[in-house]
């Protein structure tokens, strides 16, 4: 192959968010031979299926400190990248239906402000009087956080790659990574659809693909693929603009606007692991069913389209960030349970740090490998 290069640097595996974060931080710190290497095309799975959610308002401390890593960027995002991600700061509405889950929310807002996120706590009236359109008969009541909000990940994506390839990054679309070479505890490279490439650092930030590509290597790390599925309305404007994020948390319920209409989605807590990207209709009829309970105006809107996307799951709801112990050189951020879009530029920075420092400020006990022997691990609660 002609333009094939064999060797690299850095060899970064998936190019979604977490990939091309890692390559602009690594090419902007100094690294001249990166190489993205993507199966499809960039951006086009979880990170370009994603409904691109922003929020601080997280149960752990480390999930908190990572977006407010990644908004002081998507603030700033134009005056860098010269791109308009459409950031809109509309606010994230939390609602509690259960006590259990209006106490974990009380909770979490005492953690959430030792941090500094504005946040507020709000009662059935007071949620009423707001968003009038809401019912609030059977909630406890709800958070808010107005800094919160959504930006399109596509751009955003597509920000980090473009500056990425004028920095000098190599980005290798429809190309599959096939193994990942070892010898003696050590990476020596990958092999691909198109070639082999060498390689004494190798990031695997595949995404609901993760697992495999850890497998690859010998590495077993429990990270699941789930669908989750997003349906947009026609233009809708019965409902006052803007309109926040809004998440029934005890049924997994979202909507949020998107002009000329409205997002939603729902997860269905059912439903085995899969690569599974259909729509399905009578899934529909369940999430329509959960939008009119909770605003019964939602009746009159009318379905446009719908998606699926994946989300990577893990067992205690935190991804895995850095080094694998036992395989010198590798290294991997999977596993975000559908935050992986908001935290990808502060795990961009993190990784970029670990890979050509060897350590980071960042606190990542949370996220190691190592954490799966320690029982009393706490996890993340807000997973939606």
Not at 106 to 133: A, C, F, M, N
Not at 166 to 175: A, F, H, N, P, S
Not at 246 to 274: A, C, H, K, W
Not at 365 to 380: A, L, S, V
Request: with cysteine.
């Amino acid at each position: 192959m002609i333009d094939w290069k064999n060797t690299a640097e850095v060899a970064i595996i998936g190019g979604g968010i977490m990939g091309v974060c890692t390559a602009y931080y690594l090419a902007k710190s100094g690294v001249s031979d990166v190489v993205i290497l993507e199966k499809e095309l960039l951006a086009q799975a979880s990170t370009g299926l994603s409904v691109g959610g922003i929020r601080q308002q997280f149960s752990h401390p480390a999930n908190i400190r990572l977006v407010q890593k990644s908004v002081q960027l998507f603030e700033h995002f134009k005056e860098e990248f010269g791109v308009d991600i459409n950031f809109r700061q509309v606010g994230y509405l939390f609602l509690a239906q259960k006590e259990e889950t209006w106490r974990n929310f009380l909770s979490d807002v005492e953690t959430q402000r030792q941090y500094g996120v504005p946040v507020e706590v709000l009662s059935p009236k007071e949620i009423k009087h707001r968003w009038p359109y809401l019912n609030v008969e059977d909630l406890k009541g709800g958070t808010l956080g107005p800094e919160d909000g959504y930006a399109d990940p596509y751009l955003v994506a597509m920000g980090f790659a473009n500056c990425a390839r004028k920095l000098g990054v190599r980005i290798e679309e429809k190309t599959e990574v096939t193994g990942i070479k070892i010898k003696n505890g050590r990476v020596q490279g990958v092999e691909t659809s198109k070639g082999a490439i060498s390689s004494s650092i190798v990031v695997n930030v595949a995404g609901p693909w993760g697992s495999e590509v850890a497998g690859m290597a010998g590495i077993n790390i429990p990270v699941k693929p789930y669908r989750r599925q997003v349906f947009m309305t026609k233009s809708f404007d019965v409902i006052p603009k803007p309109v926040p994020m809004i998440i029934d948390q005890d049924v997994t319920f979202y909507f949020r606007g998107e002009d000329p209409g409205l997002l939603m989605g729902m997860s269905d807590q059912n439903e085995p692991s899969s690569f599974n990207l259909h729509v399905d209709r009578e899934f529909l009829e369940e999430v329509i069913e959960a939008a009119i309970h909770r605003a019964s105006i939602l009746e009159k809107a009318e379905i446009l389209r719908g998606w699926g996307g994946l989300y990577s799951i893990t067992p205690d709801g935190n991804p895995f960030i850095g080094a694998i112990p036992g395989f010198d050189g590798f290294f991997c951020a999977i596993g975000f349970s559908g935050h992986g879009f908001q935290q990808g530029p502060a795990v961009g920075i993190i990784l970029s740090e670990l890979i050509l420092d060897g350590r980071t400020d960042f606190d990542l006990k949370p996220f190691t490998f190592r954490r799966q022997r320690d029982i009393k691990h706490k996890g993340e609660k807000r997973v939606v």
